[in-house]
């Protein structure tokens, strides 16, 4: 048996020693099945799609892809976080700390951060206004990493809500 391709996107069907056996059987099935096959299943979306685009006002071309965000990590000077600066902070403390936030999304914008905080022995963090998640700032790993995740839905004066994602990572 020569090798055979799908209706559709003629994918080419596996074959082992020349004969469509068993597992070459099955794995046929999979792809050519007049209703439930991948080659149907991933036709009938490409076509249900191409009608919805242009209702929505668009045409799809190309390939769907993704993109991965990577962006510094800034280090916080002195103890203000500026949430116009990026979406990743990191500081290394060696006494007594007190944040504060500046420049939090304006009415209408939310925005992630996430700010990993590295203390010495018995240093302490202080947090301006946060929802924390269990009702209460959690306390500083003394000596060590911890990392936190805040979220701030846009307005004055704006309200961030914050947890404490994980604890003593050095």
């Given at each position: 048996?020569?090798?055979?391709?799908?209706?559709?996107?003629?994918w080419?069907?596996?074959?082992?020693?020349?004969?469509?056996?068993?597992?070459?059987t099955?794995?046929?099935?999979?792809?050519?099945?007049?209703?439930?096959?991948?080659?149907?299943?991933?036709?009938?979306?490409?076509?249900?799609?191409?009608?919805a685009?242009?209702?929505?006002?668009?045409?799809?071309?190309?390939?769907?892809?993704?993109?991965?965000?990577?962006?510094?990590?800034?280090?916080i000077?002195?103890?203000?976080?500026?949430?116009?600066?990026?979406?990743?902070?990191?500081?290394?403390?060696d006494?007594?700390?007190?944040?504060?936030?500046?420049?939090?999304?304006?009415?209408?914008?939310?925005?992630?951060?996430?700010?990993?905080?590295t203390?010495?022995l018995?240093?302490?963090?202080?947090?301006?206004?946060?929802?924390w998640h269990?009702?209460?700032?959690?306390?500083?790993t003394?000596?060590?990493?911890?990392?936190y995740?805040?979220?701030?839905?846009?307005?004055?004066?704006?309200?961030?809500?914050?947890?404490?994602?994980?604890?003593?990572?050095?």
């Open positions: 048996m020569a090798d055979v391709t799908t209706t559709n996107y003629s080419v069907l596996p074959e082992i020693d020349g004969s469509a056996d068993t597992w070459g099955k794995i046929n099935t999979v792809f050519t099945t007049a209703t439930t096959g991948l080659d149907a299943i991933v036709y009938a979306i490409d076509v249900t799609a191409a009608a685009l242009p209702v929505a006002g668009g045409t799809m071309t190309g390939l769907l892809t993704t993109e991965v965000v990577r962006e510094a990590l800034d280090v000077a002195a103890g203000e976080i500026d949430w116009d600066t990026g979406n990743m902070f990191t500081k290394t403390i006494e007594n700390t007190t944040f504060t936030f500046a420049n939090l999304p304006g009415a209408g914008v939310g925005q992630y951060i996430s700010v990993r905080i203390a010495g018995g240093d302490t963090v202080t947090w301006p206004t946060v929802q269990n009702g209460s700032a959690p306390v500083q003394s000596g060590g990493t911890d990392l995740v805040l979220y701030c839905e846009g307005g004055a004066p704006g309200t961030v809500y914050g947890a404490r994602c994980l604890e003593d990572v050095s």
